[in-house]
């Protein structure tokens, strides 16, 4: 029996993220030989996200919480399989979660991504034909490969076999946003829900993740692994009327996180009964941080 809380205080113990750290007693990965001890140690195989959106769970069971997603073309190193349940555990390597995935979600066959969705979410056609059905839609960021352009080169893109797309919402992976902002700023009313991204609903710290995948980086998930990731920039002072904050900063709360938009306005996934993203002053912000959590800004981190 999958005990995760004993491998997280074990982890603990270790000083290890047990978000982050591919280890369980049973099998870990390759490189915690002679670090964590585990009756197995394998080098993972590496697995491509096929479909739209697949969840990843800290435990093995459908009940579990999700506590991120995958999307379309993001990788996964495998390191065990349970045939029995279809699940495979093992590593992400967008935002770095450890972790189980549906296997019948990923693909062996590893295509190199060519292109990303650059907006909110786009519909794949069987046909490239406006007038067929969707088959899925792709959330921003997903990542695909082109292989056929339509006659016209213009509306649609192919990206694989009966999956159309159209052109204009992808961009090219060296044609990044120039900033976070730009990307998720189309995001606002859509749905809060923890532990999503694919398009559809996000929670705060992955509008934060959806930012930064834009503009070509990679950051950690969660907000608390973000406000101490070094690849978000560095904590600086800020005055007590927060008058001195600047766009793009992110303004970190225990638990929470935003993105300043302007120096007055910040975007964010809210819960509570809001539950939507939404943009708002960050006085305001910080005035419900203090009345409903009685705790105040933890930092500010800018580039």
Known sequence: MYDQLARKAFLADCGREHRTTAWRSDVAAEEYRGILSARHYSPGRLY????????????PFATSTVEDQLLRGDLFDVYKINRSVGLGWGKSRQGGHVGFVPMADLSRSVRKSTYFVSKPFTPVYPLPNTETNPIMYLGLNSRVTVDLLDEKGVIFARIGEGQWVFRNDLRRLDDWFANPIDAILPLVGLPYVWGHRSGFAYDCSSVIQAGELSMGNDCYRDSDQQEEDPRLGDKVGFKPDLSDLQPYDLVHY??????????????????????????????????????????????????
């Open 254 to 303: 225990p638990k929470h996180v935003v993105r300043m938009v302007d120096k007055t306005n910040a975007i964010h996934a809210r819960g509570g009964n809001v539950r939507r993203v939404v943009i708002e002053p960050i006085v305001d912000i910080n005035r419900w941080r203090l009345r409903k959590h009685e705790v105040g800004i933890s930092s500010v981190k800018r580039r």
């Open 48 to 59: 491509q996200c096929r479909v739209a959106s697949t969840p990843l769970r800290f435990e």
